[in-house]
């Protein structure tokens, strides 16, 4: 038998392995379970080595089939990748999604750089707190506070730190803010934000009596940014992304002491995707924005996630 494989069935090799399913494959791919079968069978005979355990209701990937699924999931990206570049629309549009706070208070105010480097691709952005499927949902990078990031290369971009920030004018109500305990004089922004705790241990305060407190959520750190201006609070924020309120007058940070929950900003996109051209240019751009004293384009290398697949 040929070593070469039919196309066709690395197609059905692929949509089974991602999908984990013969049915789903089949219904993607608009053919009957028994054709994907019989192309996965072919692959198989070809390798010599089973592809999949068949167990009832359910399929997994053998060794052997772990090791050849991402390369050939990567391949017909790139195949892809190579149609839509053809087309000419490669390049025409970046879909970002970031989260709200980064998005207004940094990505915004920022962004026409990258645009006037780059006329030809349009800029869409979108915003949520929740952390996306880029496997999935129809986004070409992200900018999210990620833990960790199976399948996708992920760039540190900005150390998340807080600390509690009020208006001058709501400080002098109370005689002002001297020692932290002071703060409590004060209506807390949603006193149930894990920072809070962080940061008044981080400040020796041990018992700062938080649970009566209203728990609002405002849905952004923006939003309750904009609360504290307005004089309804103190809040915890990151007092990077607030300088222009503090040079103003309508913010400020009345300690030094800064925490962080060890979970920062950081860019993420799938690694198949990482020679695209839209990609590459924005993260070369965010990255010598952001992190300027480390090297980008060919010569960056950082923490790349490599997808297991079960």
Not at 144 to 152: K, N, S, T
Not at 199 to 213: K, Q
């Amino acid at each position: 038998m040929s070593k070469q494989f039919p196309l066709n069935a690395l197609r059905v090799f692929e949509a089974v392995a991602r999908l984990g399913s013969f049915t789903r494959a089949g219904e993607e791919l608009g053919m009957t379970q028994t054709a994907v079968s019989y192309q996965v069978k072919l692959i198989e005979e070809n390798v010599g080595e089973p592809l999949f355990l068949r167990r009832p209701r359910q399929i997994t990937l053998t060794d052997v089939g772990q090791r050849l699924a991402p390369r050939v999931m990567e391949a017909f990206e790139m195949l892809q990748e190579a149609v839509s570049s053809a087309r000419g629309d490669i390049d025409s549009a970046l879909l970002i999604s970031s989260t709200p706070t980064f998005a207004s208070q940094w990505l915004a105010r920022n962004i026409g750089t990258f645009q006037l480097a780059h006329p030809g691709i349009a800029v869409r952005l979108t915003t949520s707190d929740r952390i996306i499927d880029l496997a999935v949902e129809p986004v070409d990078l992200a900018i999210h506070r990620f833990d960790a990031c199976p399948g996708l290369d992920s760039h540190p971009l900005m150390r998340v730190e807080f600390s509690p920030m009020l208006s001058p004018a709501l400080a002098e109500t109370v005689g002002g803010i001297h020692e932290p305990r002071d703060l409590l004089k004060l209506r807390i922004i949603d006193a149930g934000d894990p920072w809070w705790r962080l940061w008044f241990a981080a400040a020796g305060v041990r018992d700062p009596d938080l649970e009566g407190r209203p728990t609002s959520r405002l849905g952004a750190q923006s939003l309750e940014a904009r609360a504290a201006i307005a004089g309804q609070g103190v809040a915890i924020l990151t007092p990077e992304f607030y300088g222009d309120d503090v040079a103003l007058g309508r913010l400020y940070q009345p300690f030094d002491l800064r925490c962080s929950d060890g979970c920062d900003y950081r860019l993420a996109y799938p690694h198949a995707r990482r020679n695209t051209p839209k990609i590459r240019l924005f993260r070369d751009w965010i990255l010598s924005e952001l992190c300027p004293s480390k090297k980008v384009g060919a010569e960056w290398v950082e923490e790349r996630k490599t997808a297991s697949i079960a």
